[in-house]
């Protein structure tokens, strides 16, 4: 599935793309690939021919890019400007759940305008990664292929661009976001009034995402409660959420359509995926993930569910 | 299956019975029939001939006895003593899920000395709910038939009375505790891991609850995630794990033997039937709970896990 090159994308994929410095209770990295687009598009890439729209700073390392191009993803909508690369830093509390955010600078970041490559054009499936709403719009509007469109969003945007964020929400097929997200956009606590409402802002589809937790999928036709995969070799948690969309998204586009079956299918794929990213720092553990030890997983996670 | 008067027990259940006084953000009720084993038993009585082994004081109103008695439960071994009942209280911030607790009075459970009756001697399943650890041993002693036997405990034994928590864990076949109380009585952080150290005490089973998040069997065999059920009307979730445990143990019994299978469509059933225990104050919702609402629960919650 992997390293297919050269055939037309058909997910792509808008995010950030950053240099990260991370502290966990048992170790210190600096200098980490980081940002939410190397996550998705390293988890998608497991599935579909991917290809990342996003921007970096001239302190980009080349090899970043080597490792990142490594994956067989099409890196054509990633500009390069002039100055730093976005960066930010972080300190995960000893249960590796809460984080301080120690440093953020947006670098390039601050003036990042989207632009798809015409090869991108025509893809069917498009995640609109982590990025402000206006610019997720601006860019999801150069595109005339999208068939199935997801968005993930955070609580950064919720609280200062609303209603840009209520614009996107009503254009997408799905959206994405943790529980505490979904409870600060709706107003609601309850996760089944959240997606009651969200349902009612455009979206056919809605998963709530609730970390070591699990997910929930909300549609008309009903729930699917997927579990986190148990890890028990917790190295960094940063990305999780990211590697999650990405891999959902590129199993759907590897499956060329979207059902109830092929969407909850895609969740455990992606439950078993982020498993994986999280055992390793930046895309460390992606770096050396095989399709077989994927579909294991993914047995044994389904094993786990099974009644 | 519920009220089938006189056939021997086959599942017998300790706990605490307590009159309850409880503020939610919408609602006040006070005089409420609480404790571990109203719960746990009225959750068993919908799968098994289920008995009572507890104390009440001089004050617990009749009114409680008949509704009690009306689940079939066999109410033998309940205890009356001169004095109060013990009695509780608790307010529950606004998400339902953190409570503080207002008042404890022990009364007349403080000297509670458990006596099996001799018609509960031979029943083969037994629920050893949250009282003090000497005590589940000097009743469990009393126990010749007993072959399944599960242990709930809760953070006040794990703190004030380790050694003899310890002693009862090494006699029990499962034990069931929250995830905070697993992480207390091991030391670890990761669930796994904590699983692993408590197999290591004696149980073959460990049921790790997360409340709303679910619950988490593990054994020899693997693990298996059953997620909650989700309520969509949460009046109060007073006795939720209580019912948990009792449903399971109630579904056990009534499946007469104890293999992985049982055991998972045990633990789906415990999650429908806590699920509607939450929906009421008390028993109130147990009191209008029929077997087709549970088999009907059971089914969604079972389409939800389904992929």
């Not at 729930?223 to 959902?248: E, H, N, Q």
């Not at 299918?265 to 030890?293: C, H, W």
Request: hydrophobic share 45%.
């Amino acid at each position: 599935m992997k390293r297919v090159e050269r055939a037309a994308v058909n997910v792509w994929m808008v995010g950030s793309i950053g240099i990260d410095a991370i502290m966990t209770r048992t170790a210190e990295r600096k200098n980490l690939m980081g940002g939410s687009l190397p996550f998705s598009t390293a988890a998608s890439s497991f599935f579909a021919r991917t290809g990342a729209v996003g921007v970096v700073g001239s302190d980009f390392p080349v090899s970043f890019d080597q490792r990142w191009a490594s994956f067989g993803i099409d890196l054509q909508g990633v500009q390069r400007k002039e100055g730093p690369t976005f960066r930010w830093a972080c300190k995960y509390d000893d249960n590796m759940i809460e984080r301080t955010t120690l440093m953020t600078e947006l670098g390039v970041f601050a003036d990042f305008m989207p632009r798809l490559p015409d090869s991108f054009r025509r893809a069917p499936f498009v995640l609109l990664g982590n990025i402000q709403p206006e610019l997720q719009l601006h860019v999801l509007n150069q595109s005339v292929g999208a068939k199935f469109v997801a968005l993930d969003t955070m609580n950064l945007w919720i609280e200062i661009a609303r209603p840009a964020l209520r614009k996107v929400v009503r254009r997408v097929d799905l959206l994405t976001l943790n529980d505490g997200e979904a409870r600060m956009l709706t107003g609601k606590w309850n996760l089944c009034d959240c997606a009651d409402v969200i349902l009612k802002m455009g979206p056919k589809f809605v998963v709530i995402k609730k970390g070591e937790h699990g997910a929930l999928l909300f549609s008309k036709k009903g729930i699917f409660i997927v579990p986190a995969f148990p890890v028990r070799k917790l190295v960094d948690p940063t990305g999780a959420g990211d590697s999650y969309a990405g891999a959902f998204m590129g199993y759907l586009a590897r499956a060329g359509r979207v059902t109830e079956g092929f969407m909850r299918e895609a969740l455990v794929y992606a439950s078993a995926v982020a498993s994986f990213g999280v055992e390793g720092f930046s895309l460390d553990r992606f770096e050396r993930l095989t399709a077989v030890e994927i579909s294991l997983r993914v047995k044994a996670l389904k094993r786990m569910m099974d009644v």
